[in-house]
Structures are given as structure tokens and as C-alpha cells.
């Protein structure tokens, strides 16, 4: 099991194109979170998806971010028309289920996005 | 809201001596927390959860509810130790699933 791989490692856009990150979960999770990690500080939450369904969005932001999960294939964070401040490292993470208290959550090695 | 501390950017000690990691929390709930390490080029893992009671690699972390503080500890650092920590809180989502909030992180440096 490679575990939850990101790719491009890295990503460089031009101001207003679009960033496609993506994901694919541990073998058998169907449980993905996104974490944008801006410099100098900690991750912070984005969303929450299971195949099909987004559970929890309240760290995306209102415009231009969207992300999905479908049946098939990996999960995609979708930036839309970058700007400078959306240079971050964007970790996934995965899980087996909705995360019990005994579960555990595994990170992706995440996406440096450089936009110039 | 939630809100997670790691007032130390950078923790240099040497070989052999005592490590503390300081993280303390804000939450209105009750809490459960987590350190996360990150090894050079490797990925964010679970170093250990305060619900567990246990140690890993050495480390220790008390929960601390009168001083709202989750520091981890370790009586004589490695030099294997050096790695980026992280403090997190986690918070319950109401359709389910678990959202994590960090602290910016502790970089420790075990020097010879």
C-alpha cells in the first residue's frame, strides 16, 4: 500500500489560471480531507468528502475553491483563477471510516502551489 | 473557536538532555488532542493521541486541563528526534468525520 498520494508534488501557475490538485486515498478509504498549509502557519481544514458527497466545506473558501471525490478516481482540489495568496502546501489525508476515536489519519506528502 | 499555541518556532537542546514541547489549546468543549511529527522529506504521522495514555519513540504528553496545555515531553532526546511537531485539536463535524486544528509547529533540533 504506497499510501495517500498527492500529485504534482508541485505546481506553479500563472495568476488567474486554474490548479488541479489531486488525491488518491490509502487503498479502501473512502474518506479525504483537504489542510492548505499558508507559510508560517499550521494547516488548516478545508473540506471533507466521502465518495460522492461533500460532508464539510466550512474551511473552503466561498469562491473559486471546489473539490470532489467521485466513485471513481481521486479526489480533486480545483483552484480557480489563482492568485498570489493561494500559494500554500495543500495536504490530504485519508481514512477508513469517519474517524472513531481508535482510527487514524493519514496524510498525503501534499502540493506546494507557487503562483507567480 | 478553537485555537491551538506552539509558542516556540524553534527548540534547539543537545543530545541526552530533556525535551519539552509546549502546546496549549483553546476549546469550549472537551478536548482531544494529538501530536503529529514530520521527519525531513517524510509525511505528517500521528506521533501519539492523549485519549491513548501512551508513550511512542519515548514521548509522553499529559493533558493538562486547569492550564488548557498538552506538552510533550521526553527525558532524554535522540538524535532521531530532530523533526517538525505539530499540536492538533480535534473537533467533531456535524455530518461526521473529524476536522483538525494545528498549531504552527515546533521545529527540534537535537544537536550532538
Known amino acids: 500500500n504506497a499510501g495517500v498520494m498527492q500529485n504534482p508534488r508541485h505546481l506553479v501557475r500563472r495568476r488567474g489560471q486554474e490548479a488541479r490538485l489531486r488525491c488518491s486515498p490509502m487503498?479502501?478509504?473512502?474518506?479525504v480531507y483537504w489542510y492548505r498549509q499558508l507559510p508560517e502557519e499550521g494547516l488548516k481544514f478545508m473540506v471533507y468528502?466521502?465518495?460522492?458527497?461533500?460532508?464539510?466545506e466550512s474551511g473552503m473558501p466561498k469562491e473559486r475553491f471546489s473539490a470532489e471525490f467521485p466513485k471513481e478516481g481521486p479526489s480533486i482540489l480545483r483552484i480557480q483563477q489563482v492568485v498570489r495568496g493561494d500559494s500554500a502546501a495543500y495536504f490530504c489525508?485519508?481514512?477508513?471510516?469517519?474517524?472513531?476515536?481508535?482510527?487514524?489519519?493519514?496524510f498525503g506528502s501534499g502540493t506546494q502551489l507557487s503562483v507567480l | 473557536a478553537q485555537r491551538v499555541t506552539q509558542p516556540e518556532k524553534l527548540l534547539s537542546v543537545f543530545k541526552g538532555a530533556p525535551v519539552e514541547l509546549k502546546c496549549n489549546y483553546s476549546?469550549?468543549?472537551?478536548?482531544?488532542l494529538f501530536w503529529y511529527v514530520q521527519y525531513s522529506r517524510q509525511r505528517l504521522q500521528l506521533l501519539l493521541r492523549h485519549i491513548s495514555r501512551e508513550s511512542i519513540k519515548g514521548f509522553t504528553a499529559d493533558l493538562n486541563k486547569g492550564e488548557t496545555s498538552f506538552h510533550l515531553k521526553k527525558p532524554f532526546a535522540q538524535e532521531e528526534d530532530s523533526a517538525m511537531y505539530y499540536c492538533a485539536l480535534s473537533e467533531v463535524l456535524t455530518g461526521g468525520g473529524n476536522k483538525l486544528t494545528f498549531g504552527t509547529g515546533t521545529q527540534l533540533k537535537v544537536e550532538l
Open positions: 487503498k479502501g478509504h473512502s474518506h
Open positions: 476549546y469550549s468543549g472537551s478536548p482531544e
Open positions: 489525508a485519508s481514512s477508513l471510516s469517519s474517524w472513531a476515536t481508535n482510527e487514524k489519519l493519514f
Open positions: 468528502l466521502q465518495k460522492e458527497n461533500i460532508i464539510d
